[in-house]
């Protein structure tokens, strides 16, 4: 039977050699840094108006009248969810870097963005409950137990 080293051939033999030369924590770091990086640039170049169509109209369309509160706060707020999530996505780069790297840490700083990303999720989900989105808190939950996943898989970050 091939050990996951060996050379075998075919579409088995290369699957084997991905999966040992390819580290898990190196595969969320690159799906976490796309999430929050692309998630960010919405914010700034989806829409003719240049901030993210989906969340500003969501924010504009009706959660801001729901708190009787002036839909021109909508922009300021894709703002800063846009960096936020710019910056998440610069945390997770440079936790892929120090993975590719082998670098001392590494595991440590992908947990601390995984549990940074949590805690805006859970920040996000507060929002939701305060406008009164209560299908956007499923949304919320189901990337919070993803993260939690990661987190399981990666470990407690003394090893990546």
């Known amino acids: ?18 999966d040992a030369s390819v580290s898990m924590a190196a595969v ?20 003719t108006d ?3 169509a989906n969340f500003k109209g969501m924010l504009e ?3 801001l009248g729901r708190l ?15 960096i936020i999530e710019l910056v998440l996505g610069v945390l997770f780069l440079a936790a892929l870097a120090g993975v590719l790297g082998r670098r001392a ?31 956007q808190m ?6 919070i137990a993803a993260l939690l996943g990661s987190r399981l898989v ?3 970050g003394d090893s990546a």
Request: aromatic share 14%.
């Open 105 to 135: 840490g590494a595991g440590r700083a992908l947990s601390g963005c995984i549990t940074l990303s949590v805690l805006f999720f859970a920040l996000l989900t507060a929002g939701s409950i305060l406008f009164g989105a209560r299908d």
């Open 50 to 52: 240049f901030f993210g």
């Open 1 to 18: 039977m091939p050990t996951a080293n060996s050379s075998g051939s075919g579409l088995r033999g290369m699957l084997a050699r991905v």
């Open 68 to 82: 009787n509160l002036d839909a021109s706060l909508a922009q300021p707020i894709a703002v800063v969810v846009g």
């Open 28 to 47: 969320l770091s690159f799906h976490w840094c796309l999430f929050w990086l692309l998630n960010g640039f919405d914010k700034f170049f989806n829409s």
């Open 61 to 63: 369309g009706e959660l």
């Open 138 to 143: 499923l949304q919320q939950g189901v990337f």
């Open 154 to 156: 990666v470990g407690s």
